[in-house]
Each structure stands twice: as structure tokens, then as C-alpha cells.
């Protein structure tokens, strides 16, 4: 059975260049291959790498580079026996690599993570005074667009100071 698709990568407007999308669906010949990573938590996925056909590399000329700017991919789906039907999103997130000429001279391979992969790049240093740990996590999870759901019953505040070594070696996680 034909798995239907939507594959969509989008460039921002830069004060350099207009803002472009491109998006391929499963007659567009343009996809080679779509691979992706489940999260373990099994509820959503976490990486997609996207194998495409980019003779001349007429895509991944246009592409900015994901090091200095954000590029959104979405992938929706439709069930594999109805590939007329609605497709559904099943991956939002940003490219973070792409390689031309992977692993053959007219592919571009293109690497997107979800948007928690912002929380594992830069990490602040805050300070939460009166807050339960769930409103510690909902508010550290707003920073980075993503929302909490969580029920923890009733929550009794009590106040205590962490230090965290930064040295070599150590990490916050």
C-alpha cells in the first residue's frame, strides 16, 4: 500500500533573500526516503531524516544554513490504505543538519529534530522562588514553545537552594 505525504520546509524572509517553502508529497518523484525516531516516551516523533532527488543541488543551494537561522519542517500523513485522505501532522520541528551529495551526488539529506531540541542547545541560568516544580517545568517549557500536561495532586512549597557545579564534567541534567 501507497503511504501518503506532505513534506514542507520552509525558509524564512531575511533582510537578504524572501521567504521560501517547498513542500513534496508522494508523487512529487523529489523524495527518496523518509526515516524517523521515535521519542522513548513513544508519543511523538523526534528526528526526521529526509533523503531527497536535488540534481544540481537546486534545492540545498537555496537553503540558509540551519546554524544561523531557524528552518521549519512538517510532515503530515495520510493512513496507508487511503492516501486520498486528509493528512494528519505528525512531526514539527526545525532542520538542524542537511548534507549535499549524501549519500550520493544528486541527493540533499536533510536532518530535522523536534522543538525540544532547543532545551538540550542553550541552557539559562534562572532562579523560581514560590513555584512548585510543576510550575518550574510548565514555565522552563514555555521558554522553548512546548506545553505540560501534568496533574501531581496537591503540592506543599518548600524552600531550598541547588548548586549546580559548572565546571568540566559537570552538567545540570
Given at each position: ?6 513534506l514542507i520546509v ?36 523526534g528526528m526526521l ?85 510543576l510550575q518550574i ?37
Amino acid at each position: 500500500m501507497a503511504q501518503g505525504y506532505k513534506l514542507i520546509v520552509e525558509a524564512p524572509a531575511t533582510s537578504a533573500r524572501k521567504a521560501k517553502s517547498w513542500e513534496w508529497g508522494h508523487a512529487s518523484g523529489v523524495v527518496l526516503g523518509i526515516s524517523t525516531e521515535m521519542h522513548i516516551d513513544g508519543q511523538r516523533i523526534g528526528m526526521l531524516q529526509a533523503r531527497l532527488h536535488d540534481k544540481g543541488w537546486k534545492i540545498g543551494g537555496e537553503l540558509p544554513d540551519p546554524a544561523f537561522q531557524n528552518i521549519p519542517c512538517k510532515l503530515y500523513l495520510t493512513p496507508a490504505d487511503n492516501i486520498q485522505a486528509q493528512p494528519v501532522l505528525v512531526f514539527d520541528g526545525k532542520v538542524t543538519t542537511y548534507d549535499l551529495g549524501f549519500p550520493g551526488p544528486d541527493t540533499l539529506t536533510i536532518v530535522a529534530h523536534d522543538k525540544s531540541i532547543d532545551s538540550r542547545k542553550a541552557k539559562a541560568a534562572r532562579t523560581f522562588k514560590g513555584n512548585t516544580a510543576l510550575q518550574i517545568v510548565q514555565a522552563i517549557a514555555k521558554e522553548y514553545g512546548l506545553t505540560v500536561e501534568a496533574d501531581v495532586g496537591t503540592a506543599v512549597l518548600k524552600e531550598r537552594i541547588i548548586d549546580i557545579a559548572r565546571g568540566k564534567g559537570f552538567s545540570d541534567w
